[in-house]
């Protein structure tokens, strides 16, 4: 039963069928197909031939994005409901003041180990001998654990911002004398400084200096393979066997030229993913709430969009895979082999 003291800022109605509509019926289909995606990723990649090294980035980032899934559930029901809602003293609790630490860490992590992922492949492109240098297991075991810890202390303080109000009917509302002060404030700038807009500035630079310094090694073996093959067409006598030789170069040609272009599609889908669905989520952050009332317009898009991100960004990585692409195909088409 609702406590006529929990009063909270009644919303417009277009904002609150917007509310129900994001909450209810977007975000928990956003959430199923985030679930299916990840769990088809790591089922990919656990049967794939990647090294050591390889396997244990790509399981950081597809765990994380699937226990962000799973977290997620009761976030969507809070989320869903009035900001008046009664809990029990433990569920409010956890909306409170476990709830925004886990998911925020989680999501900050995430995008931390996919910056680990493209220095590397950043480095791989740019200095491969610097490559073989750093392309170590214990380098990877200390980035991961490093990005770990990193991110729990980002949001820690989060704990402070909601608190547990009505003692007859306990629900979730916003500390304000915490979150109006300028030290709260200064908190807020950093964390989404060093949360999301300066992996995500990284991240969108690597990877666009990756795609163009790749394109242009992809061009160059190109006219070179070409032009070794039409040498070799040109200078020796037409036989069946030699027909056949260049076909068989010509196919191979074609084949690792479409596995290259698909490659440089999905580094451009990820730089777009990050730019428009992580960086809303740190201005939004950052946008003051006088009436301290969360729920608006902007927040459903922008909560949306990060939800979004983490459903498809584990299988956006994984197609990047050659081995994994292939064996992501064999599943979808039922092929036995695969199993």
């Not at 997620?72 to 809990?87: E, T």
């Not at 991961?144 to 704990?159: D, E, Q, W």
């Not at 081995?323 to 082999?337: A, E, P």
């Amino acid at each position: 039963m609702n406590n006529s003291s929990c009063s909270s800022v009644d919303e417009p109605p277009d904002v609150a069928g917007l509310r129900h509509l994001t909450y209810a019926i977007i975000m928990p289909v956003i959430l199923a197909f985030g679930m299916l995606f990840n769990t088809f990723s790591l089922v990919a990649a656990a049967r794939s031939n990647l090294n050591s090294i390889a396997l244990s980035y790509l399981f950081a980032i597809i765990l994380s994005n699937l226990s962000l899934m799973i977290l997620a559930v009761p976030w969507l029901m809070h989320r869903a409901s009035q900001s008046d809602q009664c809990y029990s003293h433990a569920t409010a609790f956890y909306h409170a003041n476990i709830e925004p630490i886990l998911l925020n860490w989680l999501a900050t992590f995430s995008t931390y180990v996919l910056l680990c992922m493209s220095i590397e492949r950043f480095v791989s492109v740019i200095q491969p001998s610097l490559f073989h240098r750093i392309h170590v297991l214990s380098r990877a075991v200390l980035a991961l654990a490093t990005s770990l810890c990193m991110c729990l202390i980002f949001h820690l303080p989060t704990y402070l911002k909601w608190s547990i109000t009505c003692p007859d009917c306990w629900s979730v509302t916003i500390e304000k004398d915490v979150t109006s002060t300028t030290l709260w404030w200064i908190y807020i700038y950093t964390s989404q400084t060093m949360a999301r807009f300066a992996p995500c500035a990284a991240l969108v630079l690597l990877n666009i200096i990756t795609i163009f310094k790749y394109r242009r090694i992809i061009n160059k073996r190109s006219r070179m393979t070409t032009n070794a093959v039409s040498a070799s067409q040109t200078n020796t006598p037409s036989n069946s066997t030699n027909n056949l030789s260049i076909v068989k170069k010509k196919i191979v040609l074609s084949a690792s030229s479409q596995d290259e272009k698909r490659q440089l599609k999905l580094l451009s889908g990820l730089v777009c993913l990050v730019a428009v669905c992580i960086v809303p989520a740190g201005v939004a952050a950052l946008l003051p709430h006088p009436d301290g009332n969360e729920h608006d317009v902007f927040g459903f898009v922008v909560e949306a969009l990060e939800l979004f991100h983490h459903s498809v960004i584990s299988l956006v990585i994984c197609m990047c895979n050659n081995d994994i692409h292939r064996r992501v195909r064999k599943m979808i088409t039922c092929n036995s082999v695969s199993f």
